[in-house]
């Protein structure tokens, strides 16, 4: 009996001193939650504060950068959207007030990538969150539109040809997507994926899931499959088809998680890749990076430091550099080992560049 009278004063006591810190918050974090995976490079940070109340808001984030907000939206939200750094980011956001108030709360995120040593796995505690449910909607609808478009708007049609199999409606204006005033950061690389840049973000995000993240259907209205194959095939028809008539295959293609080395939505680096090509292939295939292994026992009389995989023109395609795609095709090969030939032996791939 004794022991439940104390507990039951703990509870009162722990009750109150929540009370009182709830009362003296200055700020709030409404998204991102702490512990959060993401797999592309932007967090929407959301920021919730007294009206009227704040003097300064600093936010110092993971690229080590820091935004300094002097004065308070009549509102009291502050809106970022954040560039994160490959791993670890631990942002700090501080507010400050006129009777000389401070609060600071800080995040950490996890930024993944399969491709980097450094965030191929997020450590333990970290988790992916969906965002978009109705929960988490209404807290953003009063300011933002939070439908789906596609509706009266104009659009227009990219037509068929290279990579791209057939023709596509996008829109006119990106900015007519009431995606836009939240993701618009990720589709601002150098190099923008047609369907991301014009905001045909539902061509993938079906709402969906598929074989490896079965688990999150119904978590979101805008997942996307994963595997994701099956969405890229209604564009890019000619993979699918180098995919079919296979001799040899590659793992991440075969298995259709053809984002883990393309970004789907644009990036630093031709065809949208998460690294450039060479560095991409050698972090898996250190042991190649050096060309030994082209035919070594033909190429060494010639050439003891084996055959370069990169710094030289490209031959057999004008304006290119040479690299490891030169010889050998990513999604697969109706030769051995993935060679840019139909023949059977791997002798088949020099003539591409070599006259004899
Ligand atoms: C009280 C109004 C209000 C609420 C509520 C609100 N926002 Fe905003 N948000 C804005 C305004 C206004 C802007 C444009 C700010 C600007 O351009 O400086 C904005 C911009 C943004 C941006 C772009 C920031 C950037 O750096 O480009 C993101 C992302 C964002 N909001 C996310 C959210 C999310 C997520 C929620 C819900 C959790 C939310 N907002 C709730 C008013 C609000
Ligand atoms: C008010 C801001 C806001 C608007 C508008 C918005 N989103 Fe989001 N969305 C978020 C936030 C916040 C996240 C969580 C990731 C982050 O920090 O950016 C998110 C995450 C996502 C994800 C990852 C899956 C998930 O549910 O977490 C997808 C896909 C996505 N949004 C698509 C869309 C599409 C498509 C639209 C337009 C129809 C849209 N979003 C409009 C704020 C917004
Ligand atoms: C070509 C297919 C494709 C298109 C088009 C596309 N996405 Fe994605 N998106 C994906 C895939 C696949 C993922 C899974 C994570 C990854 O690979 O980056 C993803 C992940 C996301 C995420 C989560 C990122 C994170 O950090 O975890 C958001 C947010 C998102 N997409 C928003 C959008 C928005 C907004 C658009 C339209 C501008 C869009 N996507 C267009 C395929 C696409
Ligand atoms: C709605 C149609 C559509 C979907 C779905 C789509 N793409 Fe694309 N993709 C395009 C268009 C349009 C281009 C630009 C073609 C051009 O300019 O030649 C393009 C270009 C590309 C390029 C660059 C080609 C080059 O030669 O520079 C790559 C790589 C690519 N897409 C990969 C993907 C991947 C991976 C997926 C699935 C995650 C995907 N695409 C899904 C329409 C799509
Ligand atoms: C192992 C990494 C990797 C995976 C997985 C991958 N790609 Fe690629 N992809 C590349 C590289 C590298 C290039 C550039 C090849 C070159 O040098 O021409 C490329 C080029 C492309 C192109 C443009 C040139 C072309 O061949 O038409 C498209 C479209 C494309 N990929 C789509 C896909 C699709 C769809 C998938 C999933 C089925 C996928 N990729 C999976 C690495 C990859
Ligand atoms: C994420 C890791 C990863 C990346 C990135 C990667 N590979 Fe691979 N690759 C593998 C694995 C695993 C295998 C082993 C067999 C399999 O699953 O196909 C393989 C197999 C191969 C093979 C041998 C196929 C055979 O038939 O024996 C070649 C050639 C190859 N990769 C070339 C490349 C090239 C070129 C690139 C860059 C465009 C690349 N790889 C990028 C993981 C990767
Ligand atoms: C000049 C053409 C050429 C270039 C460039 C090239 N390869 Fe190869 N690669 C080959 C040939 C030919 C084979 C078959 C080797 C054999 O049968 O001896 C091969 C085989 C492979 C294999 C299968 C395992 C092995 O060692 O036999 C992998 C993996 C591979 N290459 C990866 C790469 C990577 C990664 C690069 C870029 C750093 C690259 N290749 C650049 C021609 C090339
Ligand atoms: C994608 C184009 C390409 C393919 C395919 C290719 N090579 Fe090369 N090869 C080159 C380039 C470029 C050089 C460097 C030439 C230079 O520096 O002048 C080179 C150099 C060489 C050399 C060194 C001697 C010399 O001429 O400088 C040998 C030997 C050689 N290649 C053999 C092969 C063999 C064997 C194959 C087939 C397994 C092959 N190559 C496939 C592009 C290619």
Known sequence: ??????????????????????????????????????????????????????????????????????????TGYYCKSVKLKLGDNNITITAYTDDNKTETKSLKLFYRSE????????PYKYKKYLFHNDKNEKLCSKCHDMSPDFKKVSKKTIKAKGALTTDVEVLENPQDSHCYSCHEPLTSRKNGHAPSVNFMCTVCHTGKAGEYNLLDEGKSRYLQPDPIAPRCFKCHERVEETMK???????????????????????????????????????????????????????????????????????????????CSSCHNPHGSKGPFLLRTTGSTPFKVCKRCHKK
């Open 245 to 323: 008539h296979n001799r040899s295959d590659h793992g991440l293609t075969k298995l259709g998680r053809c984002n883990k080395c393309h970004n789907p939505h644009s990036s630093a680096n031709e065809f949208f890749l998460r690294k450039p090509i060479w560095q991409l292939c050698t972090t898996c295939h250190a042991e190649q990076a050096s060309g030994k292994h082209v035919i070594n026992a033909f190429v060494f009389s010639r050439n003891k430091e084996g055959h370069p995989t990169r710094g030289r023109p490209d031959p057999s395609r004008p304006g290119r550099e040479l690299v």
């Open 1 to 74: 009996m004794r022991s439940k009278g104390a507990l039951f004063l703990l509870l009162c006591g722990w009750l109150l001193l929540a009370e009182a810190r709830a009362e003296s918050k200055l700020l709030e974090i409404e998204s991102p939650k702490n512990m959060s995976i993401y797999d592309d490079a932007f967090a929407s940070l959301v920021i919730k504060t007294p009206p009227g109340k704040i003097k300064r808001l600093e936010i110092e984030t993971g690229e080590g950068k820091l935004y300094i907000y002097k004065s308070s939206p009549k």
């Open 115 to 122: 491709v980097y040593e450094i965030a191929e796995e997020a």
